[in-house]
């Protein structure tokens, strides 16, 4: 299980989200998601999917610490250089749980780490925001937040730059194999443009 105790040691700076029920919202989520899953007793644990292995892409951890490191950089410079004034609370918040559903996402078969087939984390994690009575710019924020499966297009600024964001804050690049683009390219059913001048990587050319 996932306590609100082990939620608050993983991520200290949810106690800095100033609005009260959003700073709830942010440990009410994991304990939701516990709850379907118990298996899950150690938040550092998660990866970003059975198929991104820890030691090579972080663990799910440093993902949402940069999403909240970004969007506290983001929010104060979207102000300052096109008055579009956002609460950065609901960034923060919309951090912290919008990735809380791969708790039941993945779990274990015959000792290897499974994504449940089909499933869609970020809409069922805006669907636990709204089960849980939380803010419904929060909800829509986490359930846009992902390419990586059929794309819900963000109606919001918020949610558009919230988007934006998460792939930023993945360790997947294409030094490392498939990266976070041509997964979630993947994701979609879009395949990479066959255009007649590209760029070849240093990985396409050393392929035959
Ligand atoms: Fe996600
Ligand atoms: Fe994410």
Redesign the pocket.
């Known amino acids: 299980m996932l306590t609100k105790e082990h939620v608050l040691a993983t991520f200290p700076a949810i106690g800095a989200i100033t609005d009260a029920g959003l700073r709830s919202l942010s440990t009410d989520v994991w304990r939701y998601v516990s709850d379907r899953n118990h298996a899950w007793d150690d938040i550092e644990r998660i990866p970003l999917h059975p198929s991104m292995p820890i030691v090579t892409h972080g663990n799910l951890v440093t993902h949402i610490l940069g999403m909240v490191r970004l969007f506290d950089l983001l929010v104060p410079m979207y102000a300052e250089l096109w008055q579009q004034d956002m609460d950065p609370d609901a960034f923060r918040a919309a951090a912290y749980v919008?990735?809380a559903a791969?708790v039941i996402e993945f779990s274990e078969h015959g000792g290897a780490l499974e994504a449940v087939p089909g499933y869609n984390?970020?809409v069922e994690a805006g669907r636990i925001v709204r089960e849980l009575g939380g803010r419904e710019d929060v909800a829509h924020m986490v359930e846009a937040?992902?390419f990586?499966g059929p794309l819900v297009v963000p109606r919001t600024k918020e949610a558009q730059l919230f988007l934006l964001g998460?792939p930023m804050c993945l360790n997947a690049f294409p030094e490392q194999g498939v990266s976070a683009i041509e997964r979630h390219l993947s994701a979609n059913g879009w395949e990479d443009p066959k255009t007649l001048e590209r760029y070849r990587s240093p990985r396409e050319l050393l392929s035959p």
């Open positions: 919008h990735d791969k984390h970020a937040h992902s990586a998460d």
